[in-house]
């Protein structure tokens, strides 16, 4: 937490910087109030940006050019950052009430500061408050998900997969589909978009793996995420006929899965397991090896090099 608050301080120090008067104020309700002393006294003024942009005059500036680094006028300053600079010129208001006016001006500028400095911490504590709530909804999903769980998917994690495979083993139940999954060119997901979008290409699939299940009908199915993009399911009391309809429509349903970046490929292979003197492990080898030969054919076939490749160019 110390280090959280530590990261805020830095943030607000920082962050101003990056603000314009539209995000700290109004510049509707602040021009009326110069147009105003404009009106009513004949006080000139001219409000810029940090860097000398004009965002209002009223009065007469022609031929003015805002020199913001050697002559900046009045400043507004938000976290010791200049947001924007006030020029004001009172040629034209009456002598007697020069004082007045400026005095009503310089309340007027102390006033926009400490509003924006107002907004500007509202707005940084929003943020701030925002990314505390999504980090504690990540701890308690993690936490849930921590024992049994693929923190990434929900999915079940490698090693309680295993401990489902066995008492699957251990209760002999057939027959049981023994599926495969394998994401295609993962890596080249990673290695051109980064880890957040590799890592929403997984999350893709694994829903897509859940959600083809439970619209077949198949509750008892055991959907592990075994490695980064290697996905083993089981299902139990399943005939070939409907493992391969559950089969097809996953990679049908990632064929149909429309992204600007990404292809969520798949490669699978499925056997039956109805031995119940063979291994589980040696029915994932032959179920693995089914996988590799259905790689193969996908990737040599013809146009899958440039789909995967469709979001180099939009990055």
Same mark, same amino acid.
């Given at each position: 937490?110390?280090?959280?608050?530590?990261?805020?301080?830095?943030?607000?120090?920082?962050?101003?910087?990056?603000?314009?008067?539209?995000?700290?104020?109004?510049?509707?309700?602040?021009?009326?109030?110069?147009?105003?002393?404009?009106?009513?006294?004949?006080?000139?003024?001219?409000?810029?940006?940090?860097?000398?942009?004009?965002?209002?005059?009223?009065?007469?500036?022609?031929?003015?050019?805002?020199?913001?680094?050697?002559?900046?006028?009045?400043?507004?300053?938000?976290?010791?950052?200049?947001?924007?600079?006030?020029?004001?010129?009172?040629?034209?208001?009456?002598?007697?009430? !020069?004082?007045?006016?400026?005095?009503?001006? +310089? &309340?007027? *500028?102390?006033?926009? /500061? %400490?509003?924006?400095?107002?907004?500007?911490?509202?707005?940084?504590?929003?943020?701030?408050?925002?990314?505390?709530?999504?980090?504690?909804?990540?701890?308690?999903?993690?936490?849930?998900?921590?024992?049994?769980?693929?923190?990434?998917?929900?999915?079940?994690?490698?090693?309680?997969?295993?401990?489902?495979?066995?008492?699957?083993?251990?209760?002999?139940?057939?027959?049981?589909?023994?599926?495969?999954?394998?994401?295609?060119?993962?890596?080249?997901?990673?290695?051109?978009?980064?880890?957040?979008?590799?890592?929403?290409?997984?999350?893709?699939?694994?829903?897509?793996?859940?959600? !083809?299940?439970?619209?077949?009908?198949?509750? +008892? &199915?055991? *959907?592990?995420?075994? /490695? %980064?993009?290697?996905?083993?399911?089981?299902?139990?009391?399943?005939?070939?006929?409907?493992?391969?309809?559950?089969?097809?429509?996953?990679?049908?349903?990632?064929?149909?899965?429309?992204?600007?970046?990404?292809?969520?490929?798949?490669?699978?292979?499925?056997?039956?397991?109805?031995?119940?003197?063979?291994?589980?492990?040696?029915?994932?080898?032959?179920?693995?090896?089914?996988?590799?030969?259905?790689?193969?054919?996908?990737?040599?076939?013809?146009?899958?090099?440039?789909?995967?490749?469709?979001?180099?160019?939009?990055?």
């Amino acid at each position: 937490m110390d280090g959280k608050k530590t990261a805020f301080a830095q943030s607000v120090s920082q962050n101003s910087k990056n603000y314009f008067p539209k995000d700290l104020f109004d510049l509707e309700a602040a021009g009326t109030v110069l147009e105003c002393l404009h009106t009513m006294f004949g006080l000139d003024t001219l409000m810029t940006d940090r860097h000398g942009a004009v965002i209002m005059t009223h009065g007469n500036f022609d031929g003015f050019v805002p020199d913001v680094k050697n002559k900046p006028g009045n400043k507004i300053r938000v976290m010791e950052r200049t947001v924007c600079h006030i020029y004001a010129k009172d040629e034209n208001v009456a002598q007697n009430q !020069k004082e007045a006016v400026n005095a009503l001006l +310089d &309340a007027y *500028i102390k006033t926009l /500061e %400490g509003f924006s400095g107002k907004s500007y911490m509202a707005s940084e504590q929003a943020v701030y408050i925002d990314e505390l709530e999504q980090q504690v909804e990540k701890d308690a999903y993690q936490a849930k998900y921590s024992e049994h769980n693929d923190p990434l998917t929900g999915l079940l994690n490698r090693n309680y997969f295993i401990s489902r495979m066995r008492q699957l083993a251990e209760r002999e139940i057939v027959p049981t589909a023994v599926i495969c999954v394998n994401i295609n060119d993962w890596k080249f997901f990673d290695s051109h978009f980064g880890e957040e979008e590799s890592d929403r290409l997984v999350l893709t699939v694994a829903n897509i793996l859940k959600e !083809k299940a439970e619209e077949a009908g198949f509750d +008892d &199915a055991v *959907i592990g995420r075994i /490695e %980064g993009d290697v996905f083993h399911v089981l299902l139990p009391l399943v005939e070939e006929d409907e493992a391969k309809r559950y089969c097809d429509s996953i990679q049908e349903a990632c064929e149909c899965f429309e992204d600007e970046k990404l292809v969520p490929s798949i490669a699978v292979g499925f056997v039956i397991h109805i031995n119940v003197e063979q291994s589980y492990r040696d029915a994932l080898s032959d179920a693995e090896y089914a996988m590799f030969e259905n790689k193969f054919a996908i990737k040599n076939a013809p146009g899958y090099r440039e789909k995967i490749e469709k979001g180099i160019n939009k990055k």
